[in-house]
């Protein structure tokens, strides 16, 4: 009379290892874009907490535009970063997240714009200047050794300051029409220069299930910090927050439909520099972990 207990037993033990085996399996791969003057040795701290709290998830760190060569125009990165991640999406069924630090946040949202079907999941953007840069930082002063924050707008709004990458999200909030002007990458982005592919850049964002903003006040580079959650400085430097910038308000590129979707989730954390977001345990179980189901 013992025997069909122990079948059954058995049975359930064997279906809980299916089931177990099956959760192991079925996380999404997270693809890692880098920031810049970063490349893949930087995250290896972040893809150790991933395949730690998600055993078995892929996370490839894309090896593209390493160190100096994240310098290079961003367009160019952009199509070379969507087509190795394609060819990650094309093995991946269920969908992927992308996860972007810093400057590789505005390469992903532009591959997310110019690519149509894409399975992008959750889109989660690690202290990126979404909305742009304008600070004195040590990044700045390394590249531009005279310049000032008030000047640096002489080069980057140049034909030479838009082949490099830093110029191409350079927002001076007191030189606003030479932004507006020569800028060839974040105005696109924005919206804040028509042009034929609009429609289609909104319809493709869309397709996103969340957009995850982190950034902090403390982080000494993106300036201002707010830029991470799509805030940034008016022509007086004042902070106008994201639901009050024209670009949301207009809806230009779907980031209003998605807050009102509910699907934009921001996380703040203080006490955080900008090269630690990527290794910080705490930013990745309060504002990373759960979205990469």
Request: charged content about 20%; hydrophobic content about 35%.
């Amino acid at each position: 009379m013992t025997t069909p207990q122990i079948i059954r037993g058995s049975a359930a033990q064997l279906l809980l290892l299916l089931l177990a085996g099956g959760c192991i399996d079925g996380y999404r791969p997270v693809v890692i874009v880098h920031g810049i003057l970063d490349g893949p040795k930087q995250f290896q701290t972040l893809r150790q907490y991933i395949t730690k709290a998600h055993p078995g998830t892929e996370v490839p760190v894309i090896s593209l535009y390493n160190d100096m060569k994240s310098f290079l125009p961003l367009w160019k990165q952009v199509r070379d970063f969507s087509k190795a991640i394609e060819s990650i999406s094309q093995n991946a069924p269920d969908g992927i997240h992308l996860l972007c630090f810093s400057q590789g946040g505005l390469i992903c949202r532009a591959l997310l714009f110019t690519t149509p079907r894409h399975n992008v999941h959750n889109f989660i953007s690690l202290s990126s200047p979404q909305a742009g840069q304008y600070g004195d930082t040590t990044y700045l002063r390394w590249l531009f050794p005279q310049c000032l924050k008030k000047t640096v707008y002489k080069i980057c709004y140049s034909r030479f300051g838009q082949s490099l990458s830093i110029c191409q999200y350079w927002n001076d909030p007191h030189h606003r029409s030479l932004y507006l002007q020569r800028n060839n990458f974040l105005t696109k982005l924005n919206g804040e220069r028509s042009h034929a592919d609009m429609t289609a850049w909104r319809e493709n964002f869309l397709r996103i299930k969340k957009l995850v903003l982190i950034g902090g006040p403390d982080d000494g580079v993106i300036t201002p910090w707010e830029s991470s959650r799509f805030g940034f400085y008016d022509s007086n430097e004042n902070v106008v927050e994201m639901r009050n910038q024209e670009f949301y308000k207009s809806d230009v590129f779907g980031l209003k439909t998605l807050d009102a979707r509910g699907d934009v989730r921001t996380c703040i954390q203080s006490g955080v520099k900008h090269v630690q977001w990527h290794s910080n345990h705490t930013v990745f179980k309060s504002c990373i972990e759960k979205w990469l189901t």
